[in-house]
């Protein structure tokens, strides 16, 4: 534990009564990261709904795949028809207002 006291001393300095650090950055420099982060996860979900097209077109079962990883990690229950698996475009786009209507996508 002292070791890492010690690094952190080394990079933030000493912390105050309370033990805390004071942060280095400038309101204006916060403000900017957190901008950044802001469209880091709209280009990263983005970036992910595309993976999830392409997935859809790569391999027999595509759809199946990618049904199946939107409700692993959105929770919204996906079943779909022999007519959605022939149309993987068209279904693709709803699954995705699906998606967003059940709150997968935030």
């Known amino acids: 534990m002292a ?3 010690a690094i952190t001393a080394a990079v933030l300095g000493a912390p105050d009564s309370s033990g805390r650090h004071a942060p280095t950055a400038s309101t204006a420099e916060r403000l900017q990261a957190l901008r950044a982060w802001h469209w880091r996860r709209v280009i990263g979900k983005t970036l992910n709904a595309l993976r999830l097209v392409k997935a859809a077109f790569t391999f027999k079962g595509g759809l199946d795949y990618a049904a199946w990883k ?3 990690h ?16 068209l279904t ?6 699906k998606t967003l209507k ?3 996508i935030r």
């Open 92 to 97: 693709g786009m709803r699954l995705f207002f």
């Open 70 to 72: 939107i409700e692993r």
């Open 102 to 104: 059940g709150g997968g």
């Open 74 to 89: 959105s929770g919204v229950k996906i079943a779909l028809t022999e007519d959605e698996r022939r149309r993987p475009l």
């Open 3 to 5: 070791r890492f006291e």
